[in-house]
């Protein structure tokens, strides 16, 4: 009789063990796959956002080229394309060589922006990705406005 009190006892420890494991590993699976399903909801959002980022380049660059006398939209045109992200640049790597050359002879400001843009081109050849600069405009710039020309 020992023996089967001792085989009950057991057995009713581990389904008393059970009721407590089996909702826990649900509730762990569950946790699991929510993470899961976020993340490829993340990385989609992502793929998206890169995908709507090399299009307004795209864009921009057309535009720059249709209006290249313009020399206030080149000159945005380059704020805005330096602070885009290298690897955004580098799917439009020759028109945006294409664009420095142009927009260096619009005048210093703009040079000086085609010089970063440059900089983060060659970044994006490198394979790096480094940040943008703070605020990603320099103190009293106001990427909006027009640059003067000259």
């Not at 085989?7 to 407590?20: H, N, S």
């Not at 946790?31 to 090399?54: M, P, R, T, V, Y």
């Not at 619009?106 to 994006?124: M, Q």
Request: aromatic residues 4%; hydrophobic residues 45%.
């Amino acid at each position: 009789m020992a023996t089967d009190s001792h085989r009950k006892d057991l057995w009713d420890r581990l389904t008393a063990l059970a009721t407590i494991l089996v909702p826990a590993a649900i509730a762990l699976a569950g946790h699991f796959i929510a993470q899961g399903l976020k993340e490829a909801e993340n990385k989609g959002q992502e793929q998206q956002a890169a995908q709507a980022s090399a299009n307004a380049v795209g864009t921009l660059l057309v535009a720059a080229f249709q209006n290249i006398d313009n020399d206030n939209g080149i000159y945005n045109v380059a704020v805005v394309l330096a602070e885009c992200a290298p690897p955004v640049l580098a799917a439009h790597r020759q028109q945006v060589r294409q664009f420095i050359a142009l927009a260096r002879t619009k005048g210093p400001r703009t040079a000086a922006k085609t010089a970063v843009l440059e900089k983060r081109l060659a970044d994006a050849a490198a394979g790096a990705s480094p940040p943008p600069a703070p605020g990603g405009l320099a103190p009293g710039d106001n990427a909006l406005s027009p640059a003067p020309p000259g």
